[in-house]
């Protein structure tokens, strides 16, 4: 468990990824050095790890599927190897008749239905239900906003593949990477955030944050599902929400300090106006939680 300051540094790196050592510092009350100290221990000790998430427009992502896997075993096996598949970003344990939860991404519905067989394929897999998303509400670490028109050379895309590896990776660096000057390597960093190419934000355990309990659910809104999209996208609570189609109108994930408070979180949303019905399932382990994309080799 974090103390409050490292408690703050952690919710800031996870609102910008790249904030200055001086500005973490004014945010906390500490000195510059004291700050630099923390965030490093930080990024060492592995509470949180500093990235670049590619707009998925960017990398032909467009097709997102909520996977809920059914098990014939044991359900950590599945979950295992639904992680090495290329195209899930997400896995979890959970309790409920769906063993594990997944999120996978593709470049299309064609790609994303050949990714879905393969995982129906592998041992353990009982069933597949695949929820198809058409409109991401709310994700704290991802890029929501929609995208226009960007043209990226091949020095954005080197930029690209550097931040996805560390997204705090020091602009002297980046320079060096790329041969341009300091002050043109910041300059592009600063486009490629400011136009929604890439998210840089730290990714944390939930634990760290004394969010000690994790759940999924599935809400069914029927007519009204835009307009209770938008009153569950203002619940603090939601960490991610999304649109679609399949069993339910809308599925999202909640994060909350105690079960209590998880309790707590899944009655808001049940008191939304126009949540016709809600299905959740308990999150007990996150296999993988990964956003990094293959970019093109330039």
Same mark, same amino acid.
């Given at each position: ?38 965030? &490093? ?6 509470? @949180? /790890? ?6 998925? %427009? $960017?990398? =032909?992502?467009? *097709? ?117 000057? &300091? ?6 960093? @600063? /486009? ?6 890439? %998210? $840089?934000? =730290?990714?944390? *355990? ?93």
């Amino acid at each position: 468990m974090l103390d409050a300051v490292d408690s703050v540094l952690v919710r800031e790196l996870q609102r910008d990824g790249r904030a200055t050592f001086q500005a973490l510092a004014d945010r906390v009350g500490l000195s510059r050095t004291a700050v630099r100290a923390r965030v &490093q221990g930080l990024l060492e000790d592995g509470i @949180v /790890r500093v990235v670049g998430i590619v707009h998925a %427009q $960017v990398i =032909g992502a467009g *097709a997102v599927g909520h996977l809920t896997v059914a098990s014939a075993g044991p359900a950590r096996d599945v979950a295992l190897e639904l992680a090495k598949q290329p195209a899930i970003c997400f896995a979890g344990l959970t309790t409920g008749p769906h063993a594990v939860v997944a999120e996978a991404r593709a470049r299309d519905d064609e790609s994303l239905a050949a990714a879905v067989d393969d995982i129906r394929q592998l041992p353990g897999v009982a069933s597949v239900e695949v929820f198809r998303s058409v409109e991401v509400v709310k994700d704290a670490h991802s890029v929501v906003r929609p995208l226009g028109e960007v043209m990226l050379d091949d020095i954005d895309w080197r930029l690209l593949q550097e931040l996805q590896r560390d997204g705090r990776a020091p602009y002297t660096r980046l320079a060096g990477i790329i041969g341009l000057s &300091q002050a043109a390597t910041r300059a592009r960093v @600063v /486009r490629l955030m400011r136009s929604g190419v890439i %998210q $840089v934000t =730290g990714l944390a *355990a939930p634990a760290a944050l004394g969010n000690l309990e994790l759940a999924a659910f599935g809400v069914v809104a029927g007519s009204a599902s835009r307009r209770v999209a938008r009153a569950l996208g203002s619940l603090d609570s939601v960490r991610y929400l999304s649109a679609g189609f399949g069993r339910f109108d809308l599925i999202g994930r909640i994060e909350a300090g105690s079960a209590a408070a998880l309790v707590d979180a899944l009655d808001a949303v049940r008191a939304v106006d126009g949540v016709q019905d809600l299905d959740s399932w308990h999150v007990l382990d996150i296999v993988k939680e990964s956003y990094a994309a293959d970019l093109p080799d330039r």
